[in-house]
């Protein structure tokens, strides 16, 4: 027990067991930490406060983040801690191939180690593009440790010719313009240099504001942190007032775990739904919860779903970008607005309650927030499917879908290959109609491999030609939280294990009914049974390295496409 300068009893640092005691290596790790140029006193008897950091020059979204971690260190040395920032490996969700989902459980690893293993007494965890927030909540929750996140924000909005667009919703819809031929070579050039036009993630309710908003809504980030666009003074601001509170959090010794409770995830698809948030949360707050052992099935996304109203006006299911959110209120006010479906009690990273942090927070816009009056839709976001193509369930995000699709049976046209249907999509002869049905297997996280953003498979010309801008579509795959129109996804169990999904064939009957919330093959379960029992599984995509552990241990998507090795077990997190 050592004695802080109010000489009032103090508990052991965690560093402290790293620096403090006889043997060599406690004096070797303090010699070597002077090596950085630091007194004794500089770091002796202080929290250590590590800033994880994704910062990447291969993940624009992410490329301020240095800046920030500036801001942050101004903050704990302002409060007596000393802080030492680190690098993982970082996501860029454009660049890397196949897909950003196979890392992110490589990402959460490192992520977790790289706090266990050293010598640190709190952590500032700094995130943005898509997966490295998922990835990192997810180390966090398993390393559990003090923490908190600071957000990289989102882009200012994008503009074109005066007007407003989104990156990825609105970039889907002029290349689809592009590939009709309503766009020429010039006009698209324009537009790419129009779209991302500051750093910062995606500024739609795509996945990336989604999971910054959600690590608001468990409690992990001080309030109002998601939503400050990533220019913008405030973010600085707030980075250097999280950089003082994971001091006084070290001191509280408060943890993921006290935090990220069974209620803080309810709390978390309750705001999910109300945002309109991406489909992919689904498969990240699953995965969250496996970590700190907390049961979270999809059926808790079902009732949730239910319960709660659409409120936010923001593409891809609303109007509006993430820039004229914040000024609108941001997610605080979208919190107050539902607190009573939250769990206000539940704890934040501030050391405050849900329903102390938003009490007074103000709406300024009602057409970009609506009230649970009168919302955008009863319901949430995302509804969850089963069906006999889906025994363990599928997605759809019904408000980013056309309300006459909605309702559909048509015959289905099946791709078994992603890369092949890409070319045959062009074709001007294939054989297809507004009632088609696409069906693309092998998108799940074995099949991808890596689960990619497959499922929003693009229109095909012949229809786009006819002015046909969406019809249903339906895979084992995910599509980017950028995305919309009437696609069914995450069917699980997955075609490539042998899911019902490996049955369809071209020419089935193809049933959606979200009013069900069933996606069904029109046909007898003997025969379903019947093609499945010739199902020969594909080759697997690998037989080394990271892919070969990623396919031996990854589950479904209904349990969140974590490593089964990493769910939380009953023994000591910390050493
Ligand atoms: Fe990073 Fe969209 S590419 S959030």
């Known amino acids: 027990m050592g004695m802080s300068s109010s000489d009032k009893p103090r508990r052991t640092l965690r560093s402290e067991t790293w620096y403090e005691g006889p043997e060599y290596y406690n004096f070797a790790r303090r010699a070597y930490m002077r090596s950085e140029g630091l007194t004794r006193g500089a770091f002796h008897g202080k929290p250590l406060i590590g800033i994880c950091n994704s910062w990447s020059e291969l993940n624009h979204c992410n490329i301020h983040l ?21 690098p993982t490996i970082s996501l860029g969700e454009v660049f890397i191939r196949p897909t950003a989902m196979l890392l992110r459980n490589l990402m959460a690893m490192d992520v977790e180690e790289s706090i266990r293993c050293n010598p640190i007494d709190g952590v500032v965890l700094l995130c943005g593009c898509d997966k490295t927030t998922p990835a990192q909540l997810m180390g966090a929750a398993s390393a559990d440790i003090p923490s908190i996140f600071v957000t990289g924000g989102p882009m200012l909005s994008g503009n074109y010719r005066g007007e407003w667009k989104g990156s990825g919703t609105d970039g889907r819809k002029m290349f689809d313009l592009y590939r009709s031929g309503s766009l020429s070579d010039e006009e698209l050039n324009e537009f790419e240099g129009c779209m991302a036009r500051s750093h910062g993630h995606c500024m739609v309710m795509g996945t990336a504001s989604t999971m910054t908003s959600i690590a608001e809504a468990l409690g992990m980030t001080l309030p109002g942190c998601a939503s400050i666009p990533a220019p913008d003074s405030r973010r600085k601001a707030i980075a250097e007032e999280s950089g003082r509170r994971i001091v ?11 935090i990220m409770t069974r209620e803080a995830m309810e709390n978390a698809i309750t705001v999910d739904m109300a945002i309109g948030g991406s489909t992919n949360a689904v498969v990240h707050l699953l995965a969250i919860a496996r970590r700190l052992g907390l049961p979270l099935t999809l059926d808790d996304f079902h009732r949730i779903s239910a319960r709660t109203p659409y409120l936010v006006n923001v593409k891809p299911s609303g109007e509006y970008l993430m820039e004229e959110f914040f000024y609108a209120g941001g997610l605080p006010a979208v919190m107050r607005e539902v607190l009573p479906l939250l769990h206000g009690e539940a704890i934040t990273v501030s050391g405050k309650s849900i329903a102390e942090n938003v009490a007074a927070a103000p709406c300024h816009n009602r057409d970009v927030i609506r009230t649970r ?22 997605v759809i995000k019904h408000t980013a879908a056309s309300p006459q699709l909605l309702e559909h049976r048509g015959p289905a046209l099946v791709f078994d290959d992603h890369h092949a249907m890409i070319l045959e999509l062009e074709r001007d002869d294939l054989p297809v109609d507004e009632n088609t049905v696409i069906v693309l297997k092998n998108g799940g996280p074995l099949g991808g491999p890596g689960f990619p953003e497959w499922g929003h498979i693009p229109m095909p010309k012949r229809l786009l030609q006819r002015g046909v801008m969406d019809m249903v579509r339906i895979s084992d795959a995910r599509m980017s939280g950028t995305s919309f129109g009437t696609v069914v996804l995450h069917i699980s169990p997955e075609s490539a294990v042998g899911g019902p999904l490996a049955a369809v064939q071209t020419g089935d009957e193809i049933v959606l009914s979200a ?10 379960q003997e025969e379903i049974d019947r093609r499945l029992a010739a199902f020969v599984p594909p080759k697997p995509h690998y037989d080394r390295g990271y892919g ?5 241990h990854v589950t479904q998507a209904h349990e969140g496409c974590d490593f089964d090795f990493l769910h939380a077990v009953a023994t000591p997190k910390n050493e």
């Not at 070290?250 to 943890?255: A, P």
């Not at 009056?373 to 599928?394: D, F, K, V």
Request: charged fraction near 25%; charge should be negative.
């Open 66 to 86: 240095r800046e920030l971690a500036e801001a942050v260190k101004r903050g704990v040395w302002a409060a007596g801690g000393v802080p030492l920032e680190f």
């Open 373 to 394: 009056e009168a919302p955008l839709h009863a319901e949430g976001g995302t509804l969850i499917l089963y069906g006999n193509l889906a025994p363990n369930g599928a």
């Open 548 to 552: 070969k552990m990623f396919l031996e």
């Open 515 to 524: 009013s069900q919330r069933r996606i069904d093959v029109n046909l007898p």
């Open 248 to 258: 006084e959090m070290v001191w509280e010794d408060l943890k993921p775990s006290q």
